[in-house]
């Protein structure tokens, strides 16, 4: 008898499951078992599905390193008994939540796929139902008797992404979502068509390992033109603080006035690694290009290479989480680990 893939939907909160509340006008989560309802034809997909809703579903804006390791730990008691994973999130943080699950599996040979939706599920215009209902096939791919998805990713508007490769750029069209800097996986058409060449495809064969000590007691520093310096030196040098994303600009470059390159410096000598991440979605830093990113490659600054914020932030966590110091830190920064960066600059 045919079998088939059985899928766990895990509802976490967001849009797709919000209703109007009539008396404000604003939108509020409603109950998991209503949204299923609203979308029948789920009953006619090729698999078997299961839920789990959070008990009090989440405005994704509230979301946070614990919330992200509650997700991970209900797909690590589920794993061995689904063939894949679909998380229903809110838009606003899901390239967070998403990256971070990313950096959070290691070995991972089964599809997690994030999705959401702009309109809510009772909304006659909504996007829900194509972004749920293809994200549930995408899941439940399977080719050889293997899953063709074995990653995170995040399914939005007809296109699947490698999840940390993902930025929310829009708050109004459908398309919210985009890559910048690494193909779509798959499109979803007329049939869907997965870009097979660059999907990750594991190599070994070591049980899933699940690494849940994010340390978040990071600073993320966007340098604007005019920021002065008792704003710089104050947030590098917050008490407790274990490291700082520097979001420079253009292919990675910044100030060169001596207080700027000294108040780096003496963070980096404390054991602080400081990643420069750019400002600009698409490209890559490469730092030693211009004279403005010299000295921040002369003080042992960290290359994000072509990773996204969102994505930064989540290996920054996790890499600190792991106790690693500040040259390993500066070693796996730069190597892709999960994909999130290219190998080659851009
Ligand atoms: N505010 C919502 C959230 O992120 C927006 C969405 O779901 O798209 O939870």
């Not at 390791?69 to 794993?79: C, G, H, L, P, V």
């Not at 991972?108 to 994200?135: H, M, Y």
């Not at 549930?136 to 899953?147: F, G, H, L, R, T």
């Not at 910048?180 to 049980?207: D, R």
Request: glycine share 6%; aromatic share 10%.
């Amino acid at each position: 008898m045919e079998r088939f893939p059985h899928i766990l939907l895990i509802y976490t909160g967001g849009t797709i499951g919000m209703v109007k509340d009539f008396k404000t006008g604003a939108l509020k989560t409603f109950d998991f078992d209503k949204l299923i309802k609203h979308i029948p034809e789920i009953n006619h997909l090729n698999c078997t599905i299961d839920s789990y809703s959070f008990d009090a579903p989440m405005d994704s804006s509230n979301m946070n390193p614990s919330a992200w390791k509650f997700i991970a730990e209900i797909i690590e008691e589920r794993y061995d008994d689904f063939d894949g994973f679909v998380v229903l999130h809110g838009s606003d943080t899901m390239s967070y939540t998403a990256s971070a699950l990313s950096f959070m599996f290691e070995n991972l040979r089964k599809p997690v796929i994030f999705t959401g939706s702009q309109l809510p599920i009772g909304d006659l215009r909504t996007d829900a139902k194509e972004n749920l209902i293809t994200s549930i096939e995408i899941a439940s791919c399977v080719k050889n008797d293997k899953p063709v998805i074995s990653e995170v990713c995040l399914y939005f508007e007809y296109k699947l992404y490698r999840a940390n490769r993902t930025t929310k750029i829009n708050a109004e069209q459908f398309e919210a979502f985009a890559s910048p800097n690494y193909p779509p996986l798959a499109e979803s058409g007329v049939h869907l068509k997965f870009n097979t060449p660059i999907l990750y495809k594991p190599t070994n064969t070591s049980p899933l390992r699940i690494h849940k000590k994010l340390n978040n007691n990071i600073v993320l520093l966007k340098l604007f033109p005019g920021i002065t310096q008792k704003v710089v030196e104050t947030m590098l040098n917050i008490p407790g603080n274990k490291g700082v994303i520097l979001e420079t600009y253009g292919s990675g470059n910044a100030p060169t006035e001596p207080w700027f390159i000294n108040a780096l410096r003496k963070i980096i000598q404390q054991g602080i690694p400081v990643v420069n991440v750019s400002q600009c979605s698409g490209g890559s830093v490469i730092m030693g290009v211009y004279e403005t990113s010299v000295d921040l490659q002369n003080i042992g600054i960290i290359s994000g290479n072509d990773i996204t914020t969102e994505s930064a932030l989540a290996k920054l966590m996790y890499l600190i989480g792991e106790g690693y110091n500040l040259t390993s830190i500066k070693k796996w920064f730069e190597t892709p680990i999960r994909g999130e960066i290219s190998e080659i600059p851009v």
